[in-house]
């Protein structure tokens, strides 16, 4: 039997679109942020391309824009630069027809990256109210399909304003999306941060932290954009909350604080026990903090974004599985479009990213694999 | 019941000394090298320090040493930048009172980092036939305690002839050492190293593949030396291990090439499903290799240096208990050192370290702990 069909036995499910699933890992450029893109010439950008419009967003894209502009014979060649962005990444019913397709009742969307932060604060300020509004209309308008999590500006002060207003006013917008920059650019072991990490506990809103600059960048130039995603991705995840541990900023906030780490928490599940013994051996990092590293580690979330079952099941040993949330970071890591048919739906094909994430649930039980499907989610996105 | 206890009745012993492991990652400074690095004023360096001598190795470290030389008042002033450094890093007779304390049968002795890589190239050629003959003498005097893996020049063309020479004339030296910055300083991927890894493999040798420079260094510098070893480390094994899956140079060499990488392959184990997607993801990648990266992960051997469970259960289900041998890291992460007795014996304490990479096995079946702690190792360090 497939993985898959286990999944569904156990599930007892006659098909992947009964799994009724909440995908907390999705994200989305809502058509406001299509124009921001659109009507810009630097990284991230989006333009005309080769078959169709190209999304250029990463570090090592820019580079590869500007090679190519420089080799350009003509102003109006195509470049290839970036990857193909389509519907799936702004159109409401592609969603939709995505989620049918791959049994997922509720989306949590969140703006992708790189969010606000390229823009000058005082556009990210006027923005991220934009932006949330928008993003509760598109709730709301629903009919319990989406729920999201917003977006603030890189400004703590104004950062803790928009989570008081979200929390007041847009009862669909359950948290924020956060890059590892943090409010002020400084990281998230910024002191500055602490009022916010106070704000976000007191109303009952998650943090979903995501990567986007990478870490090791200088590594991975001869091998495209793989090892900058499934590596410096990951690395910037546990760098940045592995400082956020250290630097004792936790013993300042309390407990229940709902810290949700994208792509199965970087390498930290892992790495947990080596770096609880390196701050066991260094008196000076020890002394400052109350716990020892993994017991912080332990209270956040983390998506099951992990691609296959030895870290799943190495999370769900460490965390234990009523942290863990499915997600898919749709609409990234499409599948392949047939070179035939420039006019395919992508959302109604199998998405082989997708359905690997449902394949590493089904060895557990059933009743963690519904924990991870939908009842931790209930749980976190509920106040 | 405690780990270690849980462990010592399913082995069937009586006492930690009882358990008769072979440990494949313990380093010594051969008196050569401490000669080497005590005559030198840059780093590597070993120095008067406070409270004795002190080692000054890492990249982190030499800032700290800079810093502290231009702001003392007095040129006879110790310094305390990087870590004390005593018996147990050169003297014999200290490491088998370590080892008989916590019960390693065999150590499979390697030169620590930074080896000879700082050495001019000439120099390093001179020298790794010395270290490597000093190894074999003491190996073969130790009455079957000590193995070991040797040195190479950073240099394919000798190289291979000391690898040639190793198999010929050093029965006791099982394999080599080998940094991330591979024999060229241009990675573990350089297209220069094929006969290299040709050679290893026809020798029936083992590359012990072992982090010094770090990854993502830029970010660790508040917090110590912890982030620095517990990130950059094996983020670093990660990496080159990685470009090495993804150059396609294995599918050029045997697939019973032995490559042994240190901290249980640093992230590899808990990323590799990630990895193996975004190789998917990325055509012109995958184009290039027979197989994702995932296949040439399993190929090779872990050690155990894990730190807890979930880690070493994500490495036992990823690569299979068959592929992972027990290991130390001795004599780094020694346990503190009480401020009244300077003459203490390290050897005779109990190494936390040491301990916890024993307690980590307490939960799996006799026959998984037996493969790790000792059948494996056998079967890899033999012919």
Redesign the interface.
């Known amino acids: 039997m497939s993985r898959l069909a286990k999944l569904l036995t156990s599930q007892g499910k006659a098909s992947v679109r009964d799994l009724d699933a909440i995908d907390l890992h999705t994200h989305v450029y809502l058509p406001r942020y299509m124009d921001i893109l659109r009507a810009r010439t630097d990284v991230p950008l989006v333009r005309p391309g080769i078959g169709g419009e190209r999304l250029i967003i990463l570090p090592a894209e820019k580079q590869q824009m500007e090679q190519e502009q420089h080799s350009a014979t003509s102003h109006t060649a195509g470049i290839s630069a970036g990857r193909p962005i389509g519907g799936e990444y702004w159109d409401v019913s592609s969603k939709l027809r995505y989620m049918d397709h791959h049994g997922i009742r509720t989306s949590v969307l969140s703006l992708a990256n790189p969010w606000l932060d390229f823009l000058p604060l005082e556009e990210q300020i006027h923005q991220a109210t934009l932006f949330n509004d928008d993003m509760e209309t598109l709730c709301r308008d629903s009919n319990g399909r989406f729920l999201a999590f917003g977006v603030v500006p890189q400004d703590s002060t104004t950062a803790v304003k928009e989570v008081q207003r979200v929390a007041s006013e847009l009862p669909h917008v359950r948290g924020v999306i956060l890059s590892t920059a943090g409010l002020n650019g400084k990281g998230l072991d910024d002191p500055e941060m602490l009022e916010f990490y106070r704000e976000i506990d007191r109303a009952r809103l998650t943090i979903f932290l995501h990567p986007h600059y990478g870490?090791?960048n200088e590594?991975y130039a001869?091998?495209?954009?793989?090892?900058f995603?499934?590596?410096g991705f990951?690395?910037e995840t546990?760098?940045a909350v592995?400082?956020l541990v250290?630097s004792g900023l936790l013993d300042q906030v309390p407990d229940t604080l709902r810290l949700l780490l994208a792509?199965?928490g970087g390498?930290l599940?892992?790495?947990?026990?080596?770096?609880?013994?390196?701050?066991?051996?260094?008196?000076?990092?020890a002394q400052k903090l109350q716990h020892l590293p993994?017991v912080y580690l332990k209270r956040f979330y983390y998506d099951a974004v992990?691609?296959?079952?030895?870290?799943l099941?190495?999370?769900i040993?460490?965390v234990g599985s009523d942290k863990i949330v499915f997600g898919t970071d749709h609409p990234f890591?499409?599948p392949?479009k047939k070179e035939s048919s420039d006019n395919e739906d992508l959302s109604e094909l199998d998405w082989?990213?997708t359905l690997?994430n449902y394949e590493?649930m089904a060895n557990m039980s059933k009743e963690v694999q519904s924990a991870i499907l939908r009842e931790n989610a209930k749980r976190l996105m509920g106040n």
Chains 1, 2 share one sequence.
């Open positions: 870490v090791g590594h001869e091998y495209g954009h793989a090892l995603l499934a590596l990951t690395f546990t760098v592995s400082r250290l792509h199965s390498a599940p892992f790495l947990a026990g080596r770096l609880d013994s390196c701050v066991e051996h260094d008196a000076a990092i993994s992990a691609y296959h079952e030895p870290a099941q190495c999370l040993d460490f890591f499409p392949a082989r990213s690997s590493i």
